[in-house]
């Protein structure tokens, strides 16, 4: 085959969110006049559909898109998202917030977790979210915008989305087709592969239908119909680090007040998670089998809603792991179909971003070379490592001795990786992290602090500083942020301001 015979026909096999991300990007950076773009997926199929919170990122997806942020927002039935509560995950009766954007600033290089540490017991600080933009506007139930100048403390502020998966996979298709993907519409029998090198060549539609194509994306959900079913690529499967493999999801109706957050609440075996929308809220219950049952579980995901039920329970089973190759011969696999992590920390849409992002960057010919192919799944294993690790640490850093369950995940052997960041922490508040690591510093920090993994000394760096200076600068800080949440409007006044839906403008 010639070296340089480009992709023709791309045929993204699944819709839903990863698939319609998929071609929405796709139709943006990879529509050339001549290749055609394709998308097979069946309405009679539905999706999981619990990818409704999500981190920072997806703004840098969307804005790389030419999205509009408030058109989004009313067509998705959006809020905005300033970070993460987590409610009796350290100890029962304890909270906190894993914020997004930075805590605090760093002095002189010193990073602020650090300076904390060193006054927090002499100077009697409070705790560390005091001096999170983040932190005290969600405690406040406030939002607004991140402001470019770094002089504003709005300007340490990071914010993702609620929204309706199901109405952000329309808005998506709605801008794919418009760019010129073809939709096809039925179910996918099979596939045809190459009998030379295996190379998929086309699906098969259940009523005889071929859609042939030259790459093909899988995003036909946990059934990985190409990557898992056709060329047979093993599953390596992380229960023994995060054993929950149920869920159950129902809708119920808005509450007030507006909430700028995610919250997950951990339960006896296992979390159940509120997401606020702008038309109800999302509400699931994820747990291990092995220490609830259904009837038990389905009981207390509804005995802890803030409203009145909307549907029955949707149970969804799952495993968490990754397939030990992301990219296989000519195909791809975005979201479920090639791992699962537990949207403890809402990583799966991310995941599909990143995924979608390193593709085009090794995009390839009519070949599909294997050092593309090395490059793009040595990089995506270490992704779902890093989150594994991070979700990891919620269930290994606890105090809760209360049920068998929580016994078990505090006790479990974990992965060394993750064994050596929570040692160097403890040690003096050092964090670990990769160049690529999704999660950066303060992520890491607010967990740590947040589970009660407190550092036994801080970096003797520190103490290269003027501690007047630094103390002066605290307060003023910690002021500042006060300060500019109460100028902030609330959650809900700034959506109806500027980006209610359509749909909610009857009930304004």
Not at 67 to 81: C, G, L, N, P, W
Not at 377 to 406: G, S
Not at 413 to 433: H, M, N, T
């Amino acid at each position: 085959m010639n070296a340089h015979s480009p992709i023709e026909t791309l045929v993204i096999v699944g819709g839903g969110t990863a698939g319609w991300m998929a071609a929405a990007a796709a139709s943006r950076f990879l529509d050339d006049g001549r290749r055609k773009i394709v998308l097979v997926e069946s309405e009679e199929i539905g999706t999981v559909g619990v990818g409704e919170a999500t981190i920072p990122p997806i703004l840098s997806f969307n804005a790389k898109l030419g999205i509009d942020e408030q058109d989004f927002v009313r067509a998705t039935q959006a809020t905005f998202k300033l970070g993460i509560e987590f409610v009796n995950w350290g100890g029962l009766g304890e909270s906190y917030m894993h914020p997004f954007g930075s805590i605090g600033r760093d002095f002189d290089g010193v990073a602020f977790h650090q300076i904390w540490g060193k006054f927090r017991e002499r100077a009697k600080l409070g705790p560390i979210t005091d001096f999170s933009m983040g932190c005290v506007a969600a405690a406040a139930g406030k939002f607004a915008p991140s402001s470019s100048d770094p002089r504003s403390p709005l300007s340490q502020l990071g914010y993702a989305y609620h929204f309706d998966a199901g109405l952000y996979a329309r808005f998506l298709r709605d801008y794919a087709e418009a760019g010129g993907v073809v939709r096809h519409e039925g179910k996918i029998a099979g596939a045809e592969q190459d009998a030379k090198t295996g190379f998929v060549t086309a699906v098969v539609l259940e009523d005889g239908r071929q859609i042939a194509g030259d790459l093909f994306i899988d995003c036909s959900g946990f059934r990985s119909l190409l990557l898992g079913q056709a060329l047979g690529v093993p599953y390596h499967d992380w229960s023994e680090w995060l054993p929950c493999d149920t869920a159950f999801a129902v809708p119920s109706e808005r509450t007030a007040p507006l909430l700028p957050y995610t919250r997950s609440t951990a339960h006896g075996a296992g979390w159940q998670w509120r997401i606020p929308l702008q038309h109800r809220t999302g509400n699931g219950h994820v747990y291990c089998s092995a220490f609830m049952d259904e009837d038990e579980a389905c009981r207390t995901l509804l005995s802890h809603l803030d409203g009145a039920a909307l549907a029955e329970p949707r149970k969804i089973a799952f495993t968490a792991g990754v397939r030990d190759r992301l990219w296989e011969k000519n195909v791809i696999a975005l979201g479920l179909s090639g791992g699962f992590i537990e949207p403890l920390e809402s990583t799966s849409i991310h995941l599909i971003q990143t995924g979608i992002s390193k593709l085009f960057w090794l995009f390839p010919d009519k070949r599909c070379s294997a050092v593309e192919r090395d490059e793009y799944n040595r990089m995506m294993r270490e992704q779902f490592a890093y989150i594994r690790d991070f979700i990891v640490l919620h269930y290994k850093a606890t105090a809760r001795d209360d049920t068998p369950f929580w016994r078990m995940v505090r006790d479990m052997a974990i992965p060394d990786s993750l064994a050596r960041k929570i040692d160097l922490f403890r040690e003096k508040g050092r964090i670990l992290r990769y160049d690529h690591d999704l999660f950066d510093i303060p992520s890491w920090v607010a967990v740590m602090l947040g589970q009660n993994i407190i550092p036994d000394g801080y970096d003797a760096v520190a103490d290269a500083l003027d501690d007047e200076r630094v103390l002066a600068a605290l307060r003023t800080l910690s002021g500042n942020y006060a300060e500019q949440a109460q100028r902030m409007p609330s959650h809900a006044e700034y959506i109806a301001r500027f980006c209610l839906a359509p749909a909610m403008e009857a009930h304004a």
